[in-house]
């Protein structure tokens, strides 16, 4: 008797007898190939002889592509996502009648025959020849399945998908060669599985589990038998008896379907006739798809899920390995997003600004000391129609931003004041403050190459009444322009970087800051997650934490659920807890009695800053909590429009600023995020006040409404404030506009 090979496979004489049994009846199975002539048979035969002992032994089926699954952090459907929906699930989780059907009309003896079914071959032979042409296949079951797989493995690319479905003789013969081997391995029932789980049913399912979800919104195992033979009918060919498209025609497939389980004994023939005078009983449920059927608006959240998986070593060493992992799914991903804070989150953009309107606002809230990402979304929602957008503007170009950020005006101001404060400069630091001065020259920089004003460029502060001396504590209530100029050119530009890079404050298209004066002022353009991530930092006494979306994912292998590896936050110390406490006092002020007091919070402490760019085009509020930091950016993605006599949700604005409309949606986003958690303290700091001066310009009205951040002053409430002519030149700064790489957007304002 000849003897196997060593691993299990056949012996050169073992397969050339299965060879001889099959090879001459290749052209017949599963496609129906016409048989070639009998010289261009033995040419093909010898050349297929030789080469078939070099198929490898095992067929590789990779894991079948499935939905992955997004959570929020409790649990709760955020959306799926998948290349091909499928479910896989095992026989059990399977009905009986759906196994039944599909054996009875794809492969009546399945049971009965091997991985070649010779009778069957020889009856489609006998029909084909009677027909004169190609009217019945004779493929099993398992051959199928060999093709499937090999479906599978190609996905979407069309030169792969054709070398897996050609119709030559070398690749039948592989197939044979491949069910022969899965006979052997997996057994009937595995078989039977693995196909049901791998074929196509139409309207995009895959696998049994997804089609009975699909065609009548119930589980696999709940089919009944008109279901079961609606399904295994649709198989043979998905467009043509599409219950869906064609009632009619995928009723009489059904019907031939429920004939065929009767001649086999399957049922009896008063069940089959019962059956086929049951309606279809549809009950279609749409394919939800990806990030744009995500709940609660978090279709950017989602999408910013996924590019941290795309982008992250983690997940695979290379793109393609990443992509690859993600495209086949089966994944569970939990994230860090809070279902409070986002529904907070949507409903305070909803109620602000219209996704009519034509400016967007785009808010990210993340928690201090972790990192987490508890909620992002933005006024313009998810889509490609009018007035939807792909484009997340809460994040840098990299992860799917519009561009690469926007200018943040005066909310770059804190980040000076922490970098003085900790080169040892006192909270009660005192500059003069002019409403108007040059830019002082030189400027230290960190590669010992000073910054000089080359052509005797001006600054100037948002009202005339805004004259010095001031200190910090002022200085930052009211977004003294000047002050932090001269702050800047006090310390240098190297201490405020080194403060930006430990906050990992990049611009949006992923470069570190110029080393400009400029950046003082907000000229820059950064990301509301960037923002509020730094900002974070401040609440948590001056530890920064990487932003993390998600917290954990499984993947399905088999029948196990299989923990993967995620990143994780990284936190370190970007500045002392002295500082952060000092910086937390300031803009404590700027809510309490500065710019920001319409975004301040009533039941709990809050601190913050407003931010409003050159002619209007961005406006800020990033703020914070001891236990939340949120930043709300309000403007054009394209940085055309100036929010000069706009109406934005409704509400006319002559002039918009930093306190104004983000300070409100920052507001209510966070009173709805915190509803029900602790009211934590700050760890406050004693800064003196300064003796009080006689006049310094009515600062009871005018100046305590510094940049028009309370629509027209803090106390009066009815001051008017005159358009901003401050302007920063191109040397100042890198890049030009598109988004606010520090073009155009020269910041500045309150």
């Not at 033979?229 to 009619?248: H, K, T």
């Not at 007091?597 to 809050?606: I, M, V, Y």
Request: glycine fraction near 12%.
């Amino acid at each position: 008797m000849p003897k196997k090979r060593s691993g299990g496979g056949l012996s050169s004489t073992q397969q050339a007898a299965k060879f001889l049994g099959v090879s001459v009846l290749a052209g017949a199975v599963m496609a129906g190939i016409a048989l070639p002539a009998a010289g261009a048979l033995g040419l093909a035969a010898k050349g297929s002889v030789e080469g078939f002992d070099e198929i490898p032994a095992n067929l590789k089926s990779p894991p079948l592509s499935q939905r992955t699954t997004i959570l929020d952090s409790k649990g709760h459907q955020i959306a799926t996502v998948y290349s091909r929906d499928r479910t896989v699930v095992g026989l059990k989780d399977m009905s009986p009648f759906i196994q039944k059907a599909i054996v009875a009309i794809e492969d009546a003896r399945f049971y009965q025959h091997g991985a070649i079914d010779l009778k069957g071959v020889l009856r489609a032979l006998n029909k084909n020849a009677q027909s004169g042409g190609v009217s019945e296949g004779a493929s099993t079951l398992t051959q199928q399945l060999v093709k499937n797989v090999f479906v599978e493995e190609a996905g979407d690319d069309p030169t792969k998908v054709a070398q897996a479905t050609q119709q030559t003789l070398g690749r039948k013969i592989k197939e044979l060669k491949y069910a022969i081997q899965v006979e052997e391995e997996l057994g009937k029932k595995k078989i039977l599985e693995n196909y049901l789980n791998i074929t196509f049913f139409g309207e995009q399912a895959y696998g049994v589990e997804a089609a009975a979800e699909r065609y009548f919104s119930k589980h696999a195992k709940d089919l009944n038998l008109q279901e079961s033979a609606l399904l295994a009918g649709i198989v043979q060919s998905p467009s043509r008896y599409d219950p869906v498209n064609d009632e009619a025609e995928a009723t009489k497939r059904r019907n031939t379907v429920l004939e065929r389980m009767a001649e086999v004994g399957d049922i009896s023939r008063a069940d089959a006739a019962k059956a086929k005078q049951s309606p279809l009983g549809l009950k279609v449920s749409e394919s939800k798809n990806g990030c744009i059927t995500a709940v609660n608006g978090a279709s950017f959240f989602c999408k910013y899920v996924e590019k941290v998986f795309l982008s992250d070593p983690v997940f695979g060493k290379t793109k393609e390995a990443r992509a690859k992992v993600w495209n086949r799914g089966g994944l569970t991903i939990r994230t860090t997003l809070d279902p409070q804070a986002q529904a907070s989150v949507q409903a305070s953009l909803k109620d602000h600004v219209y996704k009519s309107d034509s400016v967007a606002a785009a808010a990210t809230l993340v928690e201090p000391g972790t990192g987490k990402v508890v909620g992002m979304g933005q006024s313009k929602p998810y889509g490609y129609s009018k007035n939807e957008t792909e484009y997340n503007y809460s994040v840098d170009a990299a992860m799917g931003g519009s561009n690469f950020g926007f200018p943040t005006g005066s909310t770059f101001k804190p980040f000076v004041a922490a970098a003085a404060l900790e080169q040892g400069r006192p909270a009660t630091q005192e500059f003069s403050s002019p409403y108007e001065m040059e830019y002082p020259s030189p400027v230290q920089t960190c590669e010992n190459k000073p910054w000089t004003n080359q052509g005797a460029q001006k600054v100037s502060n948002e009202s005339e009444s805004e004259v010095g001396p001031y200190r910090l504590k002022e200085a930052m209530a009211k977004s003294v322009n000047t002050y932090f100029v001269q702050m800047i050119s006090d310390i240098g530009l190297c201490p405020v970087v080194n403060m930006t890079d430990k906050l990992q404050v990049r611009q949006g298209n992923g470069t570190k800051l110029p080393e400009r004066p400029a950046i003082a002022l907000g000229s820059v353009g950064l990301s509301p997650l960037t923002m509020a991530s730094a900002y974070a930092a401040f609440a948590s006494r001056g530890m920064y934490c990487t932003p993390i979306a998600i917290e954990s994912i499984t993947r399905k292998v088999g029948d196990e659920q299989k923990s993967m590896q995620v990143p994780k936050s990284t936190c370190s110390r970007a500045m002392s807890e002295k500082t952060a406490d000092t910086v937390n006092t300031l803009l404590r002020g700027v809510i309490d009695s500065g710019t920001g007091q319409e975004a301040g919070l009533t039941d709990r402490e809050s601190a913050g800053k407003t931010g409003t760019t050159d002619e209007r085009k961005n406006a800020w509020f990033v703020g914070y909590t001891p236990n939340m930091s949120g930043a709300v950016w309000v403007g054009s993605a394209t940085q055309k429009v100036q929010m000069r006599q706009i109406s934005i949700g409704g509400v006319y604005h002559d002039l918009v600023y930093g306190g104004q409309v983000p300070g409100p949606i920052w507001k209510d986003a966070m009173a709805g995020a915190l509803a029900g958690k602790n009211a934590e303290s700050f760890n406050l700091v004693n800064i003196p006040d300064p003796p009080k001066h006689k006049d310094k310009g009515d600062e009871n009205g005018d100046n305590n409404g510094n940049n028009g951040d309370n629509n027209g002053g803090t106390n009066d409430g009815g001051n008017t404030f005159p358009d901003p002519t401050f302007s920063i030149p191109d040397n100042f700064f890198q890049g030009q506009g598109n988004g606010g790489n520090g073009g155009n957007g020269n910041g500045g304002r309150g």
